[in-house]
């Protein structure tokens, strides 16, 4: 490893998928219709979280369309990098990640609540409904808290 960083001083040790891994991450977007790569770039960063936006504003200039659409993976999955995606007038269409598989050990997760726009609730895998409680901002995020007063009682808990 140490003749590569010689070799290379640009590559740096990078965190991905909780290994290090030393090496490049080469970000491509592909026009759908024609099947060509309209932009490319080269990081050593070790995730995608990050490159959504800047990518789809590369690809955006690159074809010169007033409307695009930017389809990519979980991996690209980043609240903020959507909201820059539409501010530069581009549709991003990411699907969200699933950082913790609680349904292999047993547990509920995310999929198990509903939520009711509407009625702005959720219902829970036990038919209770969970109401609106309150709003507050953690990490530079806004999260809004929800939760049903049968919760405590409730005999699927543990899951």
Avoid at 1 to 18: H, I, Q
Avoid at 42 to 65: F, I
Avoid at 89 to 105: F, S
Avoid at 111 to 120: E, G, I, L, T
Wanted: hydrophobic fraction near 40%; include cysteine.
């Amino acid at each position: 490893m140490w003749k590569l960083f010689r070799a290379d001083r640009v590559v740096v040790p990078a965190l991905a998928a909780g290994a290090i891994i030393v090496g490049y991450n080469v970000q491509t977007v592909v026009d759908a219709k024609h099947h060509l790569m309209v932009a490319h770039e080269v990081t050593n960063v070790g995730h995608d979280r990050h490159q959504l936006a800047h990518m789809a504003k590369l690809a955006k200039a690159a074809t010169a369309e007033d409307e695009l659409i930017a389809l990519a993976d979980r991996g690209y999955y980043e609240g903020y990098e959507i909201l820059e995606c539409e501010r530069a007038g581009v549709a991003a269409v990411v699907p969200k990640p699933m950082t913790l598989n609680k349904a292999a050990v047993g547990l509920f997760d995310k999929r198990d609540f509903v939520y009711d726009d509407k009625a702005d609730q959720y219902r829970g895998p036990a038919g209770s409904i969970a109401i609106y409680r309150m709003t507050s901002e953690e990490a530079g995020k806004i999260r809004h808290k929800y939760w049903s007063s049968d919760c405590p009682r409730c005999p699927m808990k543990p899951r």
